[in-house]
């Protein structure tokens, strides 16, 4: 079992890009979520999805969107990156809400 | 907000002693996660206690939950270098269960 999958690693974008982060999970979990990590911040809930189907919005989610493609996989998409998305990305998943979480390696992005 | 606040922010401590972090949340639970992160990676679990819990263990971790005073404690038993790490603490409450953590705690373990 591969677990929690993120791509890419790492990535550097400028100011009005887009992209999209890919997540995926092999451990049939129910409820995925998005994370950003700042240093002296902690993890901050950007979006999570409890369920296949649905979506709901975190702590930060301004300037992000996401997208419950199907069970195993949930993307978080910046329509047009700013500074100050400039952060660690990590992906997690839970067999149910509030269970413990599974997280990814980390997507460590920064906007110029 | 069920945000967890650890303390201390840091902590050094020599191979073999026990470490102590201690978190404080804000309004009432279903439980309370304890992760770790070494440096550059993922957050791994450790342990989850229910509001129904006061005490738990896992090898070398105790946790604790005071639900009168909103607060838990981690607890280390003879660390080792390989403790090195920031550990967080998670607080699961509400109709939707979300995680809430905290700011970390940075625990290095000198041989």
């Known amino acids: 079992n591969a677990g929690v999958t993120q791509t890419p690693k790492f990535q550097v974008l400028k100011t009005g890009q887009s992209m999209t982060l890919q997540c995926a999970q092999d451990?049939?979990?129910?409820?995925m979520y998005w994370y950003r990590q700042d240093p002296g911040m902690g993890l901050r809930l950007i979006y999570y999805s409890a369920s296949e189907g649905t979506t709901d919005k975190g702590e930060v989610p301004n300037g992000y969107n996401v997208s419950r493609l199907n069970k195993r996989e949930f993307s978080l998409r910046l329509e047009s990156a700013a500074p100050s998305q400039t952060s660690v990305y990590f992906c997690?998943?839970?067999?149910?809400?509030?269970?413990?979480?599974?997280f990814g390696p980390g997507t460590r992005l920064t906007v110029t | 907000s069920q945000q967890g606040e650890e303390d201390p922010q840091a902590l050094s401590i020599q191979e073999g002693e026990n470490a102590t972090m201690n978190c404080s949340y804000k309004?009432?639970?279903?439980?309370l996660q304890w992760y770790r992160q070494n440096s550059g990676r993922g957050l791994v679990h450790l342990i989850l206690i229910r509001s129904n819990e006061r005490e738990k263990h896992s090898g070398r971790l105790r946790v604790t939950l005071d639900t009168s005073k909103k607060s838990s404690s981690l607890l280390i038993t003879a660390s080792r270098a390989a403790d090195t790490a920031s550990y967080f603490c998670?607080?699961?409450?509400?109709?939707?269960?979300?995680?809430?953590f905290g700011k970390g705690t940075l625990l290095t373990v000198n041989p």
């Open positions: 998670a607080a699961s409450g509400g109709s939707n269960y979300k995680l809430t």
């Open positions: 309004t009432s639970i279903n439980n």
């Open positions: 997690a998943s839970s067999e149910a809400p509030g269970g413990e979480q599974y």
């Open positions: 451990m049939n979990h129910n409820s």
